[in-house]
């Protein structure tokens, strides 16, 4: 029905950057919020970001004023930009999605996850 595929993960050093990406494809009738979600080894999954339809941004404490979030609502992706990482940000990042769908109403869905790795 709606599938979500990351891209943009990989191994990066401590005070670098990576940019992650996400899109959206499927019998989608609208999109709510989307966000990012972390899990690292050992740990519960947690929130990293999340963007409302219209554009209102909450992000979790831990990557305030590193991470930057966007969408695109015509192209049905979106983004997360993250600068200055460090070595806790190791995790696989999963992108999710609240979507409105033909024909089945309102789900939660989820890509397979990206994995991003912090070390010199």
């Known amino acids: 029905q709606v599938q979500l595929v990351e891209s943009g993960g990989g191994l990066v050093q401590p005070g670098g950057s990576l940019r992650l990406s996400c899109t959206a494809s499927g019998s989608i009738l609208s999109i709510n919020t989307m966000g990012w979600y972390r899990q690292a080894p050992g740990k519960e999954r947690e929130l990293v970001a999340v963007i409302s339809a219209g554009g209102n941004i909450n992000y979790a404490d831990s990557v305030k004023g590193r991470f930057t979030t966007s969408r695109d609502n015509a192209k049905k992706t979106v983004a997360l930009q993250m600068n200055s990482l460090k070595p806790e940000g190791t995790a696989v990042y999963y992108c999710?999605?609240?979507?409105?769908?033909?024909?089945?109403?309102?789900?939660?869905?989820w890509g397979q996850g990206t994995q991003v790795t912090v070390s010199s």
């Open positions: 999710q999605a609240d979507v409105s769908v033909w024909y089945v109403g309102r789900r939660s869905y």
